[in-house]
């Protein structure tokens, strides 16, 4: 019996992205080579750019650090900064001989941190004892350069198995590391590298369910071919813990599996045909399928499967029952982002039986390059009656952060895109360093050496008096050198905008997450986001008995209202800054509800409010609207 997915809506109130521009470092204090005999050649083929954040556990003398990564082709960017200080310090590991896998981990155990880079032919295990006193103020990242406190130690090992492995889910304990590849052929390859030198890695090709399992699949489903029943697609990981001795390994095939193995042992555990819990998929409408492990504040392990189609991504969420995973909910994304490609998704536990799912989607249409959703998922509670579509909230649209606002060079003065361009709140050092040595890239200019924003404008003044700058922008003096500078300055702004759309281009959802706080934001090529829920926002600003700040939130609820009655009257879809995406058409009956709905909260909120603050009551109203 299949099952069909719950109709999810989307709430017209909208959370807003929050961009750090300084959050990747063009040029790293140091790069360094990691060389290592190969055995084998790597297949040239497209692997997927991967990065995310890591913060140091509570306990950690370092707690106040995280770390950045980004594996981009060939190269590991990574950028150690720290929450209650100015330290910052970026290093760059250049692998020659293959591009690097997504599942880069990064773990501290009894003061050890280990750094695992699997790439297409080997994997590369970095490790750093930390110091054990708090002393150390310099960057842990540092140790590479061979600082006398700490060093780094170095253990490399080369894939022997056949297949192109595409990703890597790793595991870390202070015995071994142990790693499961993923390859373009589907197959499961399992690698235990001992951290005791004596000790030999061990590298296994994992068999599939079984000749019976498979036979039994391809009658009872939709799916005929038996390379499906054995084709992996994903793969994700829990850590050994307090629970569990051995890691878990959940890989998830074509057939609509998931096959849970043990990482320690390298046996099958289960397998749960999530097929049946689903409505029906066509095998040819089918793109892609990934699974994502993560664990509930009680231990219980709950599963999320995100299956991509021709036209909609569907998620199941399945948990951890005993010896079984149930299902807890089966959605859609909304309709606006059904023939966007899914990037990436994650899930959060909020406790009490809430969770949150957030979705990442790639979308060239938008003014930024994707679109940013989350949702609230409840559990069932047995004690109370509940219908299941109680339990999905609506989608929350994130208003996306642009880096800074383009203007048009062409109608600028020389005064005015001089102002713009040495502005350090429209573009970041970096952006702008890059931008210059691509415009003025003479073999007689070196700019390499820029470090500030006084340098950079010395430097294109500078620059505009040479014979290169005279060839290039002024004909060989059949223009003024007033138009030429102009013409220099349009081009690098130009090319700063072009870097900064680059750098805009997401690569993933991140967590942050300690003690006292948690947040979630989108790692991008060339910056960091944070995302800022409304509701938390409201309840700031009440906290701090700022209600004018408050009821300026308040009149943005109304101007989403307002905006969500426009949709309505459309008959297509509204796609500019503030509805991107646009909300949902609305009915006359659910409009008139809406609208009277919201102006009766507004009162009652005010007279609340200002009997709470004694203030005196502001005046709000959506009366303007609502003929």
């Known amino acids: 019996m299949t099952s069909s997915h719950e109709q999810t809506t989307v709430s017209i109130i909208r959370d807003e992205e929050l961009l750090f521009s300084d959050g990747f470092a063009y040029i790293p204090n140091l790069t360094l080579t990691i060389e290592h005999e190969a055995l084998q050649s790597p297949v040239p083929m497209n692997v997927t750019v991967d990065g995310d954040v890591f913060t140091f556990p509570d306990e ?26 100015s330290l910052q310090f970026s290093i760059c590991l250049f692998f020659p001989h293959a591009p690097i896998l ?27 004892y930390l ?16 600082n ?12 022997q198995s056949h297949g192109n492995p595409i990703k890597a889910s790793i595991a870390q304990n202070l015995l071994a590391t142990t790693v499961l590849l993923v390859t373009f052929e589907g197959m499961l390859t399992h690698i235990n590298m001992p951290t005791d030198k004596t000790k030999e890695v061990e590298e296994t090709t994992l ?10 699949k391809r009658a009872s489903t939709g799916y005929s071919r038996d390379k499906d029943s054995h084709h992996a697609l994903d793969i994700s990981v829990l850590q050994a813990n307090e629970q569990r001795e051995s890691p878990l390994f959940f890989a998830i095939y074509r057939d609509l599996c998931v096959r849970v193995w043990n990482g320690e042992h390298r046996s099958l555990l289960k397998t749960i045909e999530f097929d049946k819990m689903i409505s029906k998929i066509n095998a040819d409408d089918l793109n892609n399928v990934t699974v994502k492990a993560t664990i509930a504040h009680n231990g219980e392990v709950m599963l999320m499967v995100t299956i991509n189609t021709k036209n909609n991504t569907l998620f199941l969420l399945l948990k951890e029952n005993g010896t079984q995973y149930e299902k807890i909910a089966y959605f859609s994304a909304p309709h606006f982002v059904s023939k966007c490609s899914l990037i990436d998704s994650d899930l959060k536990h909020l406790g009490d039986g809430y969770w949150k799912v957030m979705g990442l989607w790639n979308d060239s249409s938008s003014r930024s390059s994707y679109r940013l959703l989350h949702i609230t998922i ?10 299941r579509n109680d339990l999905i909230h609506p989608w929350r649209a994130v208003m996306t952060a642009s880096s800074s606002s383009i203007i048009s060079p062409s109608e600028t003065t020389l005064e005015e895109i001089h102002s713009i361009l040495f502005n350090r709140d429209q573009h970041s050092l970096e952006v702008l360093t890059r931008a210059i040595q691509i415009v003025c890239r003479g073999q007689h200019n070196d700019s390499t050496t820029l470090t500030t924003w006084v340098e950079l ?12 700058f005279d060839e290039k922008f002024c004909n060989d003096g059949s223009l003024k050198k007033e138009d030429g500078f102009l013409m220099l300055l349009r081009k690098i702004y130009t090319k700063c905008t072009e870097l900064e759309r680059s750098m805009n281009s997401p690569i993933k959802i991140f967590q942050m997450s300690s003690s006292s706080c948690h947040f979630w934001g989108v790692l991008r090529h060339g910056s960091v986001t944070i995302v800022e829920e409304t509701a938390k926002v409201l309840l700031k600003n009440l906290a701090l008995n700022d209600f004018k700040a408050w009821s300026r ?3 943005d609820l109304v101007k989403y209202t307002e905006m969500a009655l426009a949709c309505s009257s459309q008959e297509e879809d509204i796609d500019d800054e503030y509805l991107s995406p646009p909300f949902p058409r609305l009915t006359s009956l659910e409009i008139e509800r809406l609208l009277s709905g919201a102006q009766t909260i507004l009162q009652h909120i005010q007279k609340m409010t200002a009997k709470m603050f004694d203030v005196p009551r502001l005046p709000l109203t959506i009366s303007h609207f609502s003929a």
């Not at 050890?112 to 790439?119: A, E, G, N, S, Y």
């Not at 068999?207 to 039994?216: A, E, H």
Request: proline share 3%; hydrophobic share 35%.
């Open 60 to 85: 950690s003398l370092f707690n106040d650090r995280f770390i950045t990564w980004r594996g981009m082709g060939q190269k590991m960017f990574l950028e150690e900064r720290s929450l209650q200080s």
């Open 102 to 128: 997504p599942g880069t981990t990064i773990t501290v155990l009894n003061d050890v941190l280990f750094l695992i880079v699997p790439t297409q032919i080997s994997i590369h295990r970095f490790y750093i």
């Open 131 to 146: 110091p054990k006193s708090v002393t150390m103020k310099d960057p842990i990242l540092k140790c590479f350069e061979g």
């Open 148 to 159: 006398d406190e700490m060093c780094f130690h170095h253990e490399v090992h080369s894939i």
């Open 207 to 216: 068999k599939g369910s079984g000749m019976i399992r498979r036979l039994l």
């Open 378 to 387: 409840e559990e069932i509670n047995h004690e109370r009656e509940q219908r």
């Open 457 to 468: 404008e010395k430097f294109v003044e500078n620059y505009s008096m040479t014979s290169e």
């Open 553 to 555: 939130s308040m009149d």
